[in-house]
Each structure stands twice: as structure tokens, then as C-alpha cells.
């Protein structure tokens, strides 16, 4: 599988922005897909998981009630909408995919798209 992230941008506090992943190939109903984000000098970290099974859906505390990621399997696309956005939501963020049943953890991923940067002002 192939990721390729998009959508990202600058915004100001408060804004909203809505990452795309496309993923290539014709199973992707059958991973589960995540978002991480990644701050200069900080470790990626978890942000959401969307599951193949259900639609269930795992959203780290730090963007709870602001992030929503939802999924398109007849377009393999993920999105990831983000609403009151924080500075503290600068960040680098990737999405990933897992052929196994997926967790807030890097290391569940077997497929990660190259990033697209988030900037969002004071």
C-alpha cells in the first residue's frame, strides 16, 4: 500500500483543516488507518485511528471533541477533519496503515505516507 498525505497548511487559531490520505490499491477497506503528528524536537505521537471493523474510531486526549477522522473505502481516503486548531497543533502529521488490528502505537503500522505540514498561528 501506498499513502500519499494532503491537505495540509497555515491557519490561525481557531481555524480548520482537513488532511487527506490516499492510499493505492484495492484493499484498503481491510486496514486499519491512523494519523500521527510530529513537532520539531518531539517524538510522533498518536493522534486517531479509524478501524476497518465498525468504523471505530480511537482519538488521542489532546484533540478529543476538535479532530474527527472518518473514511471513504470506495475511495480509499482517510480524512482527518480539525477544527479549533491550537499552535500547539503544529506539527508534521502522517498517516499510516495496519494489516493487523491497529493501536495508539507506531509500531502496529506497516504503511506510512510522507507527511504534510500543519502550521497554526496565535
Known amino acids: 500500500v501506498q499513502l500519499q498525505a494532503f491537505g495540509g497548511g497555515l491557519v490561525q487559531a481557531g481555524g480548520s483543516l482537513r488532511l487527506s490520505c490516499a492510499a493505492s490499491g484495492r484493499t484498503f477497506r481491510n486496514y486499519d488507518m491512523g494519523w500521527f503528528r510530529q513537532a520539531p524536537g518531539k517524538e510522533r505521537e498518536f493522534v486517531a485511528l479509524?478501524?476497518?471493523?465498525?468504523?471505530?474510531?480511537i482519538y488521542a486526549d489532546s484533540v478529543k471533541g476538535r479532530f474527527t477522522i472518518s473514511r471513504d473505502n470506495a475511495k480509499n481516503t482517510v480524512y482527518l477533519q480539525m477544527n479549533s486548531l491550537k499552535p500547539e497543533d503544529t506539527a508534521v502529521y502522517y498517516c499510516?496503515?495496519?494489516?493487523?488490528?491497529?493501536?495508539?502505537?507506531?509500531?502496529?503500522?506497516?504503511?506510512w505516507g510522507q507527511g504534510t505540514q500543519v502550521t497554526v498561528s496565535s
Open positions: 499510516a496503515a495496519s494489516k493487523g488490528i491497529a493501536t495508539v502505537g507506531l509500531y502496529d503500522y506497516d504503511y
Open positions: 479509524s478501524s476497518r471493523n465498525f468504523g471505530g474510531t
